[in-house]
């Protein structure tokens, strides 16, 4: 796996390329140190993930995830940030980001890394519990049968919207992994939406 880190900090960019590349399967094949940093960098190396931080100096790291997301929609950018700030974490959900955690939890950047590279959408916990508050608008009048959204597709985007990974779901619903896909495909879909984060916001925000 290859993961680009882009941090104004040289000293935890540095600390974090000697974690990730004595995990053994884990190259950084560059650091950045602001946005306008990253995107260049990203453009250069196609990174399988990008592990970026929110505040710096130039451009911020949600201003760069912005620019990455709308030239590579299927980008993986992990937010790592000392910040546990409400608006950044609304916008990086908004954006399509697949991760935000805090600097303060180093022992879950590796797996958090892991997941994102395999599809999945990661938030620290501390990240998570705030999650349905800041996204729930109140009472909606989305009516999902209007876009041909069948109970059991439903009943996945809640699942979703509760961090359950494709895997999870098959098993709690008793379903295969392929149907489980072949189910988000269509919602997606219908919902216009681009990924899975996407999907949780939307539920959150029209619950």
Same mark, same amino acid.
Not at 44 to 53: A, G, I, N, S
Not at 141 to 169: C, M, P, T
């Given at each position: 796996?290859?993961?680009?880190?882009?941090?104004?900090?040289?000293?935890?960019?540095?600390?974090?390329?000697?974690?990730?590349?004595?995990?053994?399967?884990?190259?950084?094949?560059?650091?950045?140190?602001?946005?306008?940093?990253?995107?260049?960098?990203?453009?250069?190396?196609?990174?399988?993930?990008?592990?970026?931080?929110?505040?710096?100096?130039?451009?911020?790291?949600?201003?760069?995830?912005?620019?990455?997301?709308?030239?590579?929609?299927?980008?993986?950018?992990?937010?790592?940030?000392?910040?546990?700030?409400?608006?950044?974490?609304?916008? @990086?959900?908004? #954006?399509?980001?697949?991760?935000?955690?805090?600097?303060?939890?180093?022992? =879950? +950047? %590796?797996?958090? !890394?892991?997941?994102?590279?395999?599809?999945?959408?990661?938030?620290?916990?501390?990240?998570?519990?705030?999650?349905?508050?800041?996204?729930?608008?109140?009472?909606?009048?989305?009516?999902?049968?209007?876009?041909?959204?069948?109970?059991?597709?439903?009943?996945?985007?809640?699942?979703?919207?509760?961090?359950?990974?494709?895997?999870?779901? @098959?098993?709690? #619903?008793?379903?295969?992994?392929?149907?489980?896909?072949?189910?988000?495909? =269509? +919602? %997606?879909?219908? !919902?216009?939406?681009?990924?899975?984060?996407?999907?949780?916001?939307?539920?959150?925000?029209?619950?």
């Amino acid at each position: 796996m290859n993961v680009l880190i882009v941090d104004d900090d040289i000293f935890v960019s540095g600390a974090l390329k000697t974690i990730l590349e004595s995990s053994g399967d884990i190259t950084v094949p560059a650091t950045g140190s602001d946005g306008k940093e990253a995107v260049a960098l990203f453009r250069r190396y196609h990174p399988d993930v990008l592990l970026m931080d929110i505040r710096m100096k130039e451009v911020s790291g949600l201003d760069a995830a912005a620019e990455i997301l709308k030239e590579f929609p299927d980008a993986r950018i992990l937010l790592l940030t000392t910040f546990s700030d409400d608006e950044y974490i609304v916008r @990086a959900l908004k #954006l399509g980001a697949k991760g935000y955690l805090l600097k303060q939890d180093y022992a =879950s +950047i %590796l797996p958090a !890394l892991r997941a994102v590279y395999s599809g999945q959408t990661v938030f620290g916990h501390e990240i998570v519990s705030k999650i349905p508050e800041l996204l729930h608008s109140g009472s909606s009048s989305f009516n999902y049968r209007d876009h041909d959204i069948s109970e059991r597709e439903q009943e996945i985007i809640r699942l979703i919207a509760d961090g359950l990974s494709n895997k999870e779901i @098959a098993a709690r #619903l008793f379903l295969s992994e392929g149907t489980v896909r072949n189910y988000l495909s =269509s +919602i %997606l879909d219908k !919902l216009q939406l681009r990924d899975r984060t996407q999907v949780a916001v939307f539920y959150y925000r029209n619950r």
